[in-house]
């Protein structure tokens, strides 16, 4: 599959990718490599992998990072509780030592969590490591070590070799800086805001009985809030959601109604100083010139 | 659109094109090795290498590690690739418009020049800011010559062993909780279960005691920012012997001054006579009591030491009274690169104990959103009186 096909089979699924987007998957998909994707919180970075794991027809494994995420939500965890009644059973039925040990130390009682899940599937899943910059530098070391050499090492089962290559797609907010050596290991995007045609796209595929002017002046009315100074800009699925309400009250223009233009501000806004720097006046200012 | 750059007959190929654009990018300031160069040979097999809207993008994907990178990616394409400085100038097509190429050449020395300090370039090229530097340096060394003070006289040797102890304390304080693995420990918060079914096996799956363990502290890193210029130099005093015992108390911690330009002074606060650290003190510390450029500084910490030195597991503390003699726009920036490296921020300002006081110093107000802690500072007694307030960080 060459890139523009793989761009043709993303759009199919609803995600408009742009030319630099839709290369930087080709490769990583042909070389093998991870993809990280950096960019601003709701430009679509997570969507990706949604749209990637549905193209390549194959399951879709996520990892969400958070501060102290720890080895038992990432990798592996025993199943304790099937163990401890376990033991009891084998008690009762007077088997001894050595062979329950066997036996509740095997795959049986494994949990798998999403990195050893992903490695272990018969078909590559698309493994999401969504938000890598949340989870501490430890982690991220560890990471590196499962992404080179896709295996992972159970104390009491030996080292567990993948059974197939993920495709690994890494999002990232820019709320800390990541490791060069993480970086080098990965192929890197940055996913910025879609410019105006784009944009359009993304509105008119999600949103599919929606009246081309109002499209035209939602599109365009987003564009320049996100050039006011705005403490959260709006992204891409707060710009549907915003497109859903108005449809959802009815409204062919934006002009036509200052306050319920107001009061949907909240589908875009989500800060109190936002919601304050946009008053009225600003608003119709903004849908004036998108108009 | 320029056009595509024309190779010399004795070039070698692709693989030696490859090497060099790489070389090209690495002098520029991206971090990319040998590794890269292969991987960047190998995507092209896999698009039209011909195409050289396909190429840039595929290079763009396996050269570039950030946003700036990227930023910056397509001008630096185009001066390798496109015909950007390097043909030679009777090859050029008299078709062409020759004022394009000395302009697109131009960027792309200018921008070798930033990229690369102290590596030679052409000599027209990095003229005027050199010129400029000079200036701004001797100005420098006639207000040294004046402002000179020894720390000496400043700094009494009691003074140090007393904040060391204050010193030590503070480092106690501040202790990260945010391990990701736990250990096991007496008292834990979460029953270890590993532990618990390997035990239990030997009672029949009965678990008669239940291991528990915890997220154990971990120490936290500090690194002090001292302002020393001449709006500080009452407080120096406290900060300097403040320092001094905190290195003493602490091995890992590390400091540095600003004034018109930042010094490391980790290296000569660990000598082991706190009266001769004190003498090289006074020696790297040239420019004592004299301007400060607290955004200059931070930015020059931020960029180049920060990098090695500050990580999530560091908590930066400086010591200013945020009045800098150049643009406030700077420190807020300097903070919010630094803050991205994970760190904890805390700004202790010897003016915040006075009365009525507010951050009003258009630098204080541009770094107050990046502050875990802004806090008042003037004498021993106050740092000491700190360690409550870290321990909530």
Known sequence: ?291 | MSRVTRFAARDPGPAARMGGFIAHLRDNGLRLGVGEAELALTALTHVAPCAPTEVRHALRTVCCGSAEDTARFDDLFDAFWMNGGRVAPKTTPVTAPASDHVHSSRKAQGQEAEGTAGAPTTPDAGDDPADADGDGRLLATLNDARMKKDLRDLVQHEDIAEAQQVAERLGAALRDSRSRRRRQARKGDQIHFRKLIRQSLSTGGEPIRLPRKHRPDRPLKIVTLCDVSGSMTTYAQVFLAFIAGMMRADETTDAYLFHTRLVRIADALRDRDAMRTLARLSLLADGFGGGSRIGASLMQFARGYARRFVDGRTVVLILSDGYDTESADQIGGALAALKKRGCKIIWLNPLKGWDGYEPVAQGMAAAMPHLDLFSPANTLADLAALDRELVRL
């Open chain 1, 1 to 291: 599959m060459d890139w523009t096909t793989l761009q043709t089979a993303m759009a199919e699924q609803g995600y408009v990718a742009g030319d630099d987007l839709a290369m930087a998957v080709h490769l990583s998909l042909t070389l093998g490599r991870p993809l990280l994707l950096e960019g601003a919180a709701g430009v679509g970075k997570t969507d990706i992998a949604r749209v990637l794991a549905a193209v390549q027809d194959t399951q879709l494994i996520r990892l969400q990072c958070y501060e102290g995420l720890d080895a038992q939500q990432a990798i592996y965890e025993w199943n304790y509780q099937r163990q401890l009644l376990s033991i009891r059973a084998a008690a009762e039925d007077g088997e001894t030592g050595r062979s329950v040990e066997e036996r509740i130390f095997s795959e049986e009682f494994l949990l798998e969590r999403p990195l050893l899940k992903a490695i272990r599937q018969p078909e590559p899943p698309v493994l999401l490591i969504d938000e890598i910059d949340r989870a501490d530098e430890e982690f991220e070391a560890y990471l590196l070590e499962v992404l080179s050499e896709f295996q992972i090492t159970v104390p009491e089962l030996g080292t567990l070799v993948a059974t197939s290559r993920p495709i690994v797609i890494l999002t990232a907010n820019g709320t800390r800086d990541l490791s060069d050596a993480l970086r080098r290991r990965c192929l890197y995007a940055h996913v910025s805001y879609p410019d105006r045609q784009t944009e359009l796209a993304i509105l008119k595929s999600r949103c599919a009985g929606i009246e081309a002017k109002l499209a035209g002046q939602i599109v365009g009315f987003v564009q320049s809030l996100r050039k006011e100074d705005l403490e959260k800009q709006p992204g891409i699925a707060e710009m549907l959601d915003f497109a859903s309400a108005l449809m959802g009250l009815g409204i062919a223009d934006l002009t036509r109604d200052p306050v319920v233009l107001q009061a949907t501000l909240a589908t875009l806004l989500k800060t109190q100083t936002d919601r304050d720097n946009i008053t009225t006046e600003v608003a119709q200012r903004l849908a004036g010139k998108a108009a």
